[in-house]
């Protein structure tokens, strides 16, 4: 740990809750300090002391094209000199909307708004509408953002607090939101057989990744399109993290499932606030000023943020065999990881799905909350730090999923590889 980003923690904990101004990156989960980010390029991280790190978190999966792309610093650097925020409709979003419409033909109708957590929370309001019944379905270990009727049976950063929900969240606001295991179509047949009158929505990461990477089953998740469909309920994806990650149409081209909402963020932005959501022509109708269901945003629809999505985009669809090549890269990486575990008798699982991983000690099956939640998070803690002494810098938490980009080499890879065998080793020593 550098003394210097040791001395700015001290000094931000004057300032903010705990140092940070979100918690996973205060380093609660793994112990010690966060290290202080001075710049960041391809798949480096530089930190303060000028220490370089490879990313494997990379703004928790926004940036799939490494950081600071060339081509979009120089497209923010060319908007910028035309402002940064109109309050007024401009060109570009439209552009932008088709695009992400060409490649996501489930959102009929968009609306741009500053984050996943305002995605997922104006999706539901939505849904809400549409049906005109209350109830919410999640499962346990999944992430939507934070709003209130959302933070119960939370992953991500709520995985590690030491209360089960977050304090300050009445619990009448929490009736309405009903938490099913994940991966468990059993459950959600038996509860909807039940109460499906009263359910809205039913809204899921497509693949989880707050929980860890933990993928969806197959019969999980087209089950979930047949009952929402059977009951009338609106399935609502959440592809923040899968949305242009998992294909270039997401989770929902990758199983070939057309969920009725969509929301969308990260990737999008490419390290700039945004998010999105948008489905069903008929239920995207009732959104404001067209319907009754209000939702609004000063910043909604931000050219700055929209140039650089775009940018991204176009990109990604320059490059032929885009997710193909991520995904041999994140094969080779988490398959040569495994050789070494297994030579130096360290016992792990890892759950990899196209170009996110997650890395957890335990001869088990990671499939639901409940499983991730009995790994041994302390040894991965130890190995976390061991990489970070190596200049490997893995999520923060066993909760969080890892992300490679574009612009991670074979030659970061290998490297990568060389600081696991140590790290595994000094877990043995
Ligand atoms: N949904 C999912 C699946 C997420 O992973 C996250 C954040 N990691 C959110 C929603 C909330 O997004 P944001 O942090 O941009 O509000």
């Not at 938490?179 to 039913?202: G, S």
């Not at 997401?250 to 998010?275: M, N």
Request: charged share 20%; net charge positive.
């Amino acid at each position: 740990m550098d003394r210097l980003s040791l001395r700015l923690f001290e000094e931000a904990k004057k300032i903010f809750p705990g140092g940070v101004n979100s918690p996973v990156r205060s380093f609660n989960a793994v112990g010690g300090n966060p290290i202080f980010i001075k710049r960041a390029k391809g798949a480096k991280i530089f930190g303060v002391d000028n220490r370089c790190y490879i990313d494997y978190v990379m703004s928790w999966g926004a940036l799939i094209l490494g950081h600071s792309n060339r081509i979009v610093v120089n497209e923010l650097k060319k908007h910028l000199s035309e402002g940064t925020s109109y309050g007024a409709p401009h060109r570009l979003e439209i552009e932008f909307a088709r695009e992400i419409r060409k490649a996501i033909p489930s959102m009929e109708l968009i609306r741009f708004v500053n984050s996943g957590t305002e995605a997922t929370m104006s999706a539901i309001r939505l849904a809400r509408g549409f049906t005109g019944r209350d109830v919410v379905v999640k499962f346990g270990g999944s992430y939507h953002g934070h709003a209130d009727y959302l933070l119960t049976g939370s992953g991500s950063g709520v995985m590690s607090l030491k209360v089960p929900n977050s304090m300050g969240v009445p619990y009448s606001i929490l009736k309405d939101t009903v938490v099913l295991p994940y991966n468990n179509l059993k459950k959600v047949d038996e509860f909807l057989r039940l109460r499906h009158k009263e359910v809205a929505c039913i809204i899921v990461e497509p693949i989880a990744a707050n929980m860890g990477v933990v993928p969806a089953r197959e019969d999980f998740i087209r089950g979930l399109r047949k009952l929402s469909a059977h009951y009338g309920i609106v399935l609502i994806f959440d592809e923040v993290i899968t949305g242009f990650r998992l294909s270039y149409s997401g989770a929902q081209g990758y199983f070939g499932i057309k969920p009725d909402l969509t929301c969308l963020g990260k990737i999008i932005g490419a390290g700039l606030p945004i998010g999105a959501y948008g489905g069903r022509r008929d239920i995207m109708k009732l959104v404001a000023p067209l319907g009754g269901v209000y939702q609004a945003g000063t910043l909604s629809g931000n050219p700055v943020a929209i140039r650089a999505g775009l940018s991204t985009l176009k990109q990604i669809k320059k490059v032929q065999r885009f997710y193909y090549i991520l995904d041999e890269k994140t094969t080779y990486l988490s398959e040569q990881i495994k050789l070494l575990a297994k030579k130096i008798n360290v016992i792990i699982r890892i759950n990899k799905i196209s170009s996110m991983f997650t890395i957890f000690f335990t001869n088990q099956d990671i499939n639901d909350h409940s499983s991730a939640k009995k790994t041994d998070t302390s040894l991965y803690s130890r190995f976390f730090h061991q990489m970070l002494k190596r200049g490997i810098y893995l999520a923060p938490s066993n909760f969080e999923a890892n992300f490679l980009s574009m612009a991670h080499t074979d030659k970061d890879i290998e490297d990568t590889l060389r600081a696991c065998a140590y790290a595994f080793k000094s877990l043995k020593g």
